[in-house]
Structure formats: structure tokens, C-alpha cells
């Protein structure tokens, strides 16, 4: 979080105590028949919809159904945002009458009247926010899903009506960001509590489709024990919190209404993506590293190395004026951190540009790299046996204890064996595994080339970051905390294109992956 | 900072200097309030959830030290005495014989007059005629060591030679003499945070202070709280920094004497058990990544170890978009 000035906390607290939350409803028939009847058929389907022939079936259609009642862009204007294959799904959904009898029918009206629904070239989302312009002259949208803010910036920016509306982030609205009005689409429990407990503006209009309930109101967060002897309690108190009011009088919620969870696509769920991601499933022939699975905005994820010392490039948006690109240890990612990819070819961006600085002798000092692993990995195979890497490597780390070196430890000798390490820290660790791999004669030779292409990677490293604090310093970063995700082009200086997600979380679980799927981006959505 | 006070905290806004918001004033007092609580077998937890973060650790820290100033220990007094007893003659010290006034000294040999022990401060050199005052136990806090600096006495010096406090210090402490805070180093609060937003509102926010509407003096909250970390090795401190990334160390966490303070969800979640016996103020940010799991961790404490013991809050209301616990927790 930026740091926030006096003036500007005042003006905080100033919307906490004046802010007036309004819930504005909007109808479409259509598109409250096709949500009751998705939810039915979610429900019919029960626990089945984890299958995998469901999940092709209900996931894009789920992801369209919401997207509808999220997005204010006109219908057909969604059908080509959305990327969903109709043919593939037309032909999913006909083989589904016999495989899924019972839910072919439902299953039919539904994609059949989505369809349909997409041919609308409007949304009843977007008048509100034309009179809400009318009314602020310029005001704030907040969307539920950030992979849809820059195709609704774009179409604000190209509506001469919606020309002064501005997409803003969740993210945003924990800092700096102020508006006159906010305009939150759809119903509050779809957003973090924050944008309305600690609300940015002076007034947030709820827009939300009629049948989807809404019951959220602030409410005490911390236990407390009520004093009823008291006018004031000595022990817990509330400041003046926003109001809520709604712009209708009709808005009793009816039996058939949704919960706003019925209408969010499921939640994305990690399932391996085809390659070894636990220790149990590492042939001895992967070249497997351990790494911690990252989530990223947008239903994305990457995995990040998680052996000792590895540290992955960030861009730091918080805490200072200007943003920073710093390494940092993986133990130290943070949420609201943006992590930086590559964005083509492959998620190592170092490797690449190091090769050209070190130019023709890349070839020659790589192909040394790859011999000693080789020659290490043969060299545990042919003593002990068939086994997984991470046995291999124990059982390294044992004769290697036993011929006095005290220090070798099972996790570092698994992540020397693999690809992405070039050296070890200390020379009389690499004397030691290079004389277990019956290299020990060239030591000297190999320790150089290893030397080198080190001092290739740090001054990649050191070109990589400062290109990118070039290119910060002459870009606003307003669209990286906007969407969540910047593209930055360094092809003209060989840097090739690399890309910031904000990252959402990195849970402590470790795995085992084929070290070539570092780094590279994950859609969890598919 | 009640209305008695003569004198009004403003910070800068486009330029032109506002009184400090009722926001800043009730973390100033939730600060004051621990000042005075007790805590022997009970410590006091104050959590409160706030629409920003900003400046409300810094602003509580600020009322702890301001209250702790004004709390005349005779006990310390005492000590004090003993302490400047055991100096050894010539050691360089200050001499704070009133308000504002500050002089270079050296110990002298202390003297017993009429059954009274008396320390003696030399401020004047031999060749200027060796003025020397005698300081008995009711003053000896006007005498504090000069740590890390030596010097010669000037043959005369008037008496603001050293200016150990300034102007905006002194208004902030109203009555209390400023000599505690001048010279002596000790950790009222321990202030939990990250380093470079907490610097940037303690050490580059200026504030005034006001008298009868024109400025009376310029300053940084860093004038009272002297934290640790953003001071130079000759100046003492009066609270201390402890930044995200590193752990207390054993012996900061047994040198807080009142209380500490978290600034935010993860510094609370991280060493919120490491002061097992001093009051504690916990800032929560609602827009805080890791706010659920703060609160989770408060109320939890609250249902497991709150003693119904008295229990006081600052007067007047909360700021608008918190939410204020204050309980007893038994001190382990």
C-alpha cells in the first residue's frame, strides 16, 4: 500500500463518515431465465461437474452467463471478448444427450438461449451509468472480474456518454485512488468488504440485476461484550459508518432470487496441467526443481522456484513514490506484488539475453553446463539404481556426507542436478560432486566456464531491471494497477517483452516441476 | 491534547497549514490513555480498524511518549542522582537550568554540604573563572550525560549554548520539563511496521505548531519520538522501529517499557506475541491484504484471555470508519 499523506487520510475518513452507499437495480428477463435456469442445471449436475468432460461443458458457459451479469458491455460485444469456441461447445453439448441424458435437455436450453443472448447488441448496465455521468460528470467502475477492465476502458473510451468513466481495480482502492462516485457492478458480496467499509468516494452506486440478493450491510468485526448499563461502552466503539439506501421501493428479495455465489464461475482449482507436481510422480529422468505455486489476478498462476536463495523479479508499486524492480526470495512474495514474466518463448527471461551477452561462446560453455549435470545424474543412477530425483539426490547427499562433506544438503544437490542451476555457491562444493561425477581432473576448467556464464546472468539480470526502471520511469503505471497485468516491451534493447501480474497469493505448499515450466504462465480457467 | 492546551498541531496541505483532523487527535489519545494504565498483572490491547492506515501508529506512539514525559517518576529521580554520583570527574554532561536553556558541563567531585550530597557542574573553564553549580536530588534530572561527545567549557557561555530541544518539542510537552525526552535514551514504544512508511510520516511529514494563529515553531513527529533507527549515534531515542523483515532482538523486546505498537495486519501476525507483558495497540487497516486474518487472531484473544477488569477508552467518539476493542489481557 502507498503511503498516504495527512490530507489525504482526513479525505478518507471524510468518505467513511459521508459516503452513502445506493443500490440501483436493473432488469433483463431474459438473462434472469437463463441464470435460474444455469443454476438448476449446476445443480442437477451435483458433484459431477468436476468431471472433465462437465467442466469443458459448464466452465465457458458459466464464464458467459457471468460475464453478462457482471460486465457493462453491450451482449454481442462480450461474445467476442470471451473467446469461447461455440462450435466446440455445440458439438460437447450433442454428444452430452447421450452421455448425459437426463441433462440434455437443460443442458441444451441453456447454451441455446446464451447463444441468443448474445446476439443483443445492449446491456442494461450501461444506462445507469449514463445518468450517473449526467449526475457526477465523471465517476469510478469497479468490475468483478479484472481480465474484463481493459476491454471495458477501451469501450469507455471509444462511447462519446461513457467517455469520462474510468475503470478502477480493487487494488486501486486500497491507496491513493479517490473518486466523487463509484459505480461497484453488481451485488457487494462480489468485491473485497474494504470498497465499501473504507469506501474512496463520496457516493457508490451498487448496480446489480434485480434476482441476484444483496443483504450486505457493515457490521461489527471484532467480538465485544455488550454493556447495557452504559450509554457509551468503555470497551467497543463504532465510528460513523456509510449508509445504505436503495433507489427503489420494491426491493424485497423474492423466493426464486439467486445468491451471488450461484452466478460466479467456479473457482479455478490447480490440477497438475500434465507434468509431474509431486514428488511421488518425478520420474529419475525429469530434470524436476521444487517450486511454490503462485497465483496471479485473472484466475493465472505460475510456478516460482522455491529452492534456498532463489528469488524471483518484482515490481514493487507500494511504499515509496516510485515504483521498484527488486529482487526478491520467494518467502518474501507478496500479495499486491507484481511479478514479472516472460511474456513469449518460455518463462526464463535471463537465460536468453545472457547467451547473447556472452556471444559465440555461449555454445561451448552451455554444452559444459549441461555435461557436468549429465554426468552427475549418470553417476547417481549408475550407483543407486532407478529412482526419483529427489532420492538420487538424498542418497548423493549421503556419500558425499560420508566422504567429509559435512555441509551437503538432500535439497541443494537435487536443485545442482537440474538445468537451472549453473553452479553451487562454494567451489569446494562443486570439487566435491564434480569428483562424485568423475569429472574431478577438470575442476578448474569447468569452475571457470560456470564462473562465466554466472557473470552473464547477473549482468542480464542487472540489463533486464534497468530497462524496465527505463521504461517505468517514462510509462504510468495506472494501467498495471488497473488490470493487474502490464506488458512491457524490451525487444529493442534484447530484452525481448516481458509481463507484470499482480500476484494474489503463494501458498506455502511445495512441488516438484520439470524445471522448463518455471516461470511460464498457467490459466487456471481451462 | 485537551482544549487547555495553548497551543494547536497543524500539518501542511497545498501549502497552507490546517489544525491536525479529530482522527489524529484520537490516536493521540489512545497513545495518552496507556500512559496512565497500569500494567502489573494485566496489560491493556486496544485494537482498532481503520479505513487507512496512515499515520495512526506514528500518532499513538506520539501520545505514549508526550504522556510517559509528563509522568514524574521519583523513583528515577532518585536513580538519576545515583547514577551522576558514580561519574567520573570530567565527564562532558548537559546542564538544563531552565526551560529552553541548555549549557555545556563536566562533572566535578561531589560534595556533602550540611548532611545534604550535592553533584556539581562545572560550566565555565578555570580561565573564564570556573563557575560551578551544585545540583541536589530534586534537580538531577537537569543534569543528563553528554554520551558520545567531548568537549572543553567555553571561558562563558550563556544559556541557550546547547539547544537540547526545540521550540516545537517544548510546546508539544506543555509543563513537562523537555530535559527527559532531551538527553536520555529509553524505548517508551516499540513501533511494528514497514520501515519506509512509517519514516516518510515520522521523519517527512512537517507539522507546526500554532499560537493564537500564527506559527510558532516547525517540526517532524521524529522530534518527540526520536525512533531508534532514523537518528545518528549521539542523539539518544525514545522509541524504536522494528521493521517487517527482522525479528525483535531479546533485548529490545525486554527494553520496551510501556507499550507497542502494530502498525498493520502482518507485523501484528508476526510478533504480535513477542511482548507477552506490555500494552499493546493494534492499527488494522481494512483494506489490509491480511486484515481477516488480524482480526481472526484479536478476537480470539479477546474470547481467550480478556480479564473483566477496568477497562477505559479515550472520550469522545471514534473516527469515522473504525471500529475500537479495548480489553484487560492477564499478563503470563
Not at chain 1, 438 to 448: F, M, Q, V
Not at chain 2, 61 to 72: H, K
Not at chain 2, 258 to 277: C, H, Q, S
Not at chain 2, 286 to 312: H, K, M
Request: aromatic content about 8%; overall charge neutral.
Amino acid at each position: 500500500m502507498k503511503p498516504l499523506s495527512i490530507p489525504y487520510a482526513t479525505a478518507v475518513y471524510g468518505d467513511a463518515s459521508q459516503c452513502e452507499i445506493i443500490r440501483q437495480w436493473v432488469d433483463h428477463p431474459g438473462l434472469a431465465e437463463l441464470s435460474r435456469s444455469l443454476r438448476a442445471l449446476v445443480q442437477s449436475v451435483g458433484d459431477e461437474a468436476a468431471d472433465e468432460v462437465w467442466r469443458r461443458i459448464l466452465g465457458p458457459i458459466r464464464r458467459t452467463a457471468f460475464a453478462l451479469c457482471s460486465t457493462p458491455l453491450p451482449f454481442a460485444h462480450l461474445a467476442a471478448g470471451t473467446g469461447t469456441d461455440w462450435d466446440h461447445l455445440d458439438r460437447l453439448v450433442r454428444q452430452s444427450k447421450y452421455l448425459y441424458p437426463d441433462c440434455y435437455e437443460l443442458l441444451h436450453r441453456v447454451s441455446g438461449e446464451l447463444q441468443r443472448l448474445l446476439l443483443e447488441n445492449s446491456t442494461p448496465l450501461i444506462a445507469p451509468l449514463e445518468s450517473l455521468i449526467q449526475q457526477h460528470t465523471t465517476i469510478s467502475v469497479l468490475l468483478r472480474n479484472p481480465r474484463m477492465n481493459r476491454m471495458v476502458a477501451d469501450y469507455f473510451a471509444s462511447s462519446r456518454p461513457l467517455r469520462t468513466a474510468s475503470v478502477v481495480s480493487a487494488s486501486q482502492l486500497r491507496g491513493p485512488h479517490q473518486c466523487m462516485a463509484l459505480a461497484v457492478m453488481g451485488p457487494c458480496s462480489w468485491f473485497p468488504e474494504y470498497v465499501f467499509s473504507a469506501p474512496r468516494a463520496s457516493v457508490i452506486h451498487v448496480i446489480s440485476y434485480r434476482w441476484i440478493r444483496d443483504g450486505w450491510a457493515p457490521s461489527p468485526r471484532f467480538l465485544h461484550k455488550t454493556d447495557v448499563r452504559k450509554s457509551a461502552s468503555q470497551t467497543h466503539r463504532i465510528g460513523k459508518m456509510p449508509a445504505i439506501r436503495s433507489d427503489a421501493a420494491a426491493d424485497v428479495p423474492a423466493m426464486e432470487d439467486l445468491h451471488p455465489a450461484d452466478i460466479l464461475p467456479p473457482v479455478p482449482v490447480f490440477r497438475g496441467g500434465g507434468f509431474p507436481y509431486s514428488s511421488s510422480h518425478a520420474g529419475e529422468s525429469a530434470d524436476v526443481v521444487p517450486a511454490r505455486l503462485c497465483h496471479l489476478i485473472g484466475n493465472r498462476a505460475v510456478f516460482v522456484a522455491a529452492d534456498d536463495g532463489a528469488s524471483s523479479l518484482i515490481i514493487d508499486a507500494s511504499e515509496t513514490e516510485h515504483a521498484a524492480v527488486r529482487r526478491v526470495l520467494v518467502d518474501d512474495l507478496e500479495q499486491g506484488m507484481y511479478l514479472l514474466l516472460r511474456t513469449s518463448g518460455g518463462g526464463d527471461f535471463i537465460a536468453p539475453l545472457a547467451d547473447r551477452l556472452l556471444g559465440k561462446s555461449s555454445t561451448k560453455l552451455r554444452h559444459e553446463q549441461a555435461e557436468w549435470k549429465e554426468r552427475l545424474s549418470r553417476q547417481a543412477f549408475e550407483q543407486f539404481g532407478s529412482k526419483s530425483r529427489r532420492e538420487l539426490s538424498s542418497l548423493v547427499c549421503s556419500h558425499l556426507q560420508s566422504q567429509g562433506m559435512s555441509q551437503a544438503h538432500s535439497a541443494n544437490i537435487h536443485y545442482w542436478m537440474s538445468s537451472k542451476c549453473i553452479r553451487p555457491r562454494k567451489r569446494e562444493h562443486f570439487a566435491a560432486i564434480l569428483k562424485f561425477a568423475g569429472l574431478e581432473e577438470r575442476t578448474e576448467g569447468i569452475w571457470s566456464a560456470m564462473l562465466e556464464i554466472d557473470r552473464a546472468h547477473r549482468r542480464a539480470g542487472h540489463l533486464i531491471r534497468r530497462m524496465l526502471l527505463q521504461k517505468i520511469a517514462g510509462a504510468s503505471l495506472e494501467p498495471l494497477e488497473r488490470d493487474g497485468q502490464m506488458d512491457f516491451e524490451l525487444g529493442d534493447q534484447g530484452g525481448g517483452s516481458l509481463s507484470a501480474y499482480e500476484i494474489t497469493d503463494v501458498p506455502a505448499q511445495e512441488y516438484d516441476i520439470p524445471s522448463d515450466r518455471i516461470g511460464v504462465l498457467l490459466d487456471l480457467e481451462e | 491534547m485537551g482544549s487547555t492546551k495553548p497551543f494547536v498541531l497543524h500539518f501542511e496541505d497545498s501549502g497552507k497549514w490546517s489544525s491536525l483532523p479529530e482522527w489524529a487527535e484520537y490516536f493521540i489519545s489512545v497513545g495518552r490513555q496507556l500512559a496512565t494504565a497500569p500494567q502489573q498483572e494485566s496489560r491493556l490491547v486496544t485494537a482498532i480498524i481503520v479505513p487507512t492506515r496512515a499515520y495512526g501508529a506514528a500518532f499513538v506512539s506520539v501520545g505514549m511518549v508526550i504522556s510517559e514525559a509528563s509522568l514524574r517518576d521519583p523513583d528515577s529521580q532518585a536513580s538519576h542522582f545515583e547514577r551522576l554520583f558514580e561519574l567520573v570527574p570530567g565527564t562532558p554532561v548537559v546542564f538544563r537550568p531552565g526551560k529552553g536553556k541548555a549549557l555545556k558541563g563536566l562533572i566535578q567531585m561531589p560534595e556533602e554540604l550540611d548532611g545534604k550530597l550535592w553533584i556539581r557542574v562545572q560550566v565555565h573553564s578555570a580561565a573564564g573563572g570556573g563557575l560551578t553549580h551544585f545540583v541536589d536530588e530534586s534537580r538531577a534530572l537537569q543534569v543528563q550525560p553528554a554520551r558520545g561527545v567531548g568537549w572543553k567549557l567555553p571561558k562563558k557561555q550563556r544559556k541557550d549554548s546547547i539547544r537540547t530541544a526545540n521550540r516545537f518539542v517544548d510546546s508539544l510537552l506543555g509543563e513537562t520539563d523537555p530535559v527527559q525526552l532531551g538527553l536520555q535514551s529509553k524505548i517508551v514504544c516499540a513501533l511494528v511496521g514497514r520501515r519506509n512508511t512509517l519514516e516518510q510520516e515520522i521523519r517527512k511529514t512537517p507539522l507546526s505548531i500554532h499560537v493564537n494563529g500564527t506559527m510558532y515553531a516547525e517540526g517532524q513527529l521524529q522530534d518527540v519520538l526520536r525512533v531508534n533507527r532514523f537518528i545518528n549515534p549521539q542523539q539518544s531515542h525514545r522509541s524504536a522501529l522494528v521493521p517487517l523483515g527482522s525479528e525483535p532482538s531479546s533485548d529490545l523486546i525486554s527494553s520496551v517499557e510501556m507499550g507497542v505498537v502494530f502498525d498493520g495486519a502482518i507485523g501484528f501476525l508476526k510478533w504480535g506475541a513477542a511482548w507477552r507483558t506490555r500494552h499493546q495497540v493494534i492499527v488494522l487497516d481494512r483494506t489490509d491484504p491480511y486484515f481477516d486474518d488480524a482480526i481472526s487472531s484479536v478476537n480470539a484473544r479477546f474470547s481467550q484471555n480478556r480479564i473483566d477488569d477496568g477497562c477505559v477508552m479515550p472520550e469522545g467518539d471514534a473516527p469515522p470508519g473504525s471500529e475500537i476493542l479495548a480489553f484487560r489481557e492477564a499478563i503470563e
